[in-house]
């Protein structure tokens, strides 16, 4: 029987995601046996012309490149799915697209004039369809493995867009929004990393992006409440994830700038 062929793509970002799927140890041999690896740059493995069942995307959009690239594997698979906050919302890189980013460039390099970059940094979805998107900074490897074993049974992945929080009560961990008036960002972060922060009495940073329904200026108003300053709130959301809406908004609510509904 012919093994399905899975890739996994590259685009700007600092290739934890990729490195997510080496950390998979052991899991990651008894994959190699359900399935045809055909590109892996991490690995070694290097084809972008095969055709594709399951392709893995890293990385967001941020040079006229990359568009082209990413138009080639969105036709060349059959599903695609993005892994990271770079992917599906723009990642950290993308707080450039809030400021004139060629005079980044001319402070950086000593000649801007050769790079050739976007003006911004835009998720994969901005520009070709995706069929699944796993959160995080980095991904769950247990997510990507749980992903690619209901597509190799021909069912649709189930992917849990709940709260940290109830992450937090299923592990029984303290809250530190209220036991220790942590600014955590549970409350309006999908779950997906195990509540791993607040397991080990830090607050959650959002890496795993919004949840479902999340009041997120509710939130902000909280810590604003507790005595945190607002440039620090909208810092909070304003981060890895800066660019989902609600995270935005949320960020510019605090900074004091209107928000506009179109």
């Known amino acids: 029987m012919k093994k399905p062929r899975l890739a996994i793509h590259k685009f700007t970002s600092c290739d934890g995601c990729q490195l ?27 084809d972008l012309k095969t055709k594709i069942d399951i392709a893995f995307v890293e990385g967001s959009i941020s040079t006229p490149d990359e568009i082209t690239r990413i138009q080639q594997i969105r036709d060349n698979s059959k599903y695609l ?3 990271g906050a ?13 400021v004139n980013y060629k005079e980044w460039l001319a402070s950086i390099y000593a000649s801007p004039e050769t790079i050739r970059a976007l003006d911004t940094s835009t998720a994969i979805a901005n520009h070709v369809r995706v069929d699944w998107e796993l959160w995080g900074c980095p991904v769950n490897t247990h997510q990507v493995l749980d992903v690619i074993r209901s597509l190799l049974f021909d069912a649709a992945p189930k992917i849990k867009r709940d709260s940290v929080c109830l992450e937090c009560k299923r592990k029984g961990h303290i809250c530190v ?30 890496c795993y992006g919004p949840s479902e329904n999340s009041n997120s200026i509710a939130l902000g108003s909280w810590f604003k409440k507790n ?14 994830n800066n660019q989902t809406p609600v995270f935005h908004n949320a ?9 506009v509904k179109e």
């Open 177 to 206: 929004l209220v036991a220790k008036q942590e600014p955590c960002m549970g409350p309006v972060t999908q779950t997906g990393c195990g509540a791993l922060c607040p397991g080990l009495n830090r607050a959650c940073y959002a």
């Open 86 to 98: 770079c992917a599906t919302a723009g990642g950290i890189q993308a707080l450039r697209n809030a």
């Open 227 to 240: 005595g945190r300053d607002s440039d620090k709130i909208a810092r909070q959301f304003l981060h890895i």
């Open 20 to 46: 997510a799927f080496l950390n998979a140890g052991e899991a990651l041999l008894v994959l190699s046996e359900q399935v045809e690896l055909v590109h892996f740059s991490e690995a070694g493995l290097l």
């Open 81 to 83: 799915i993005t892994i």
């Open 251 to 259: 960020g510019n609510f605090f900074k004091g700038i209107k928000i």
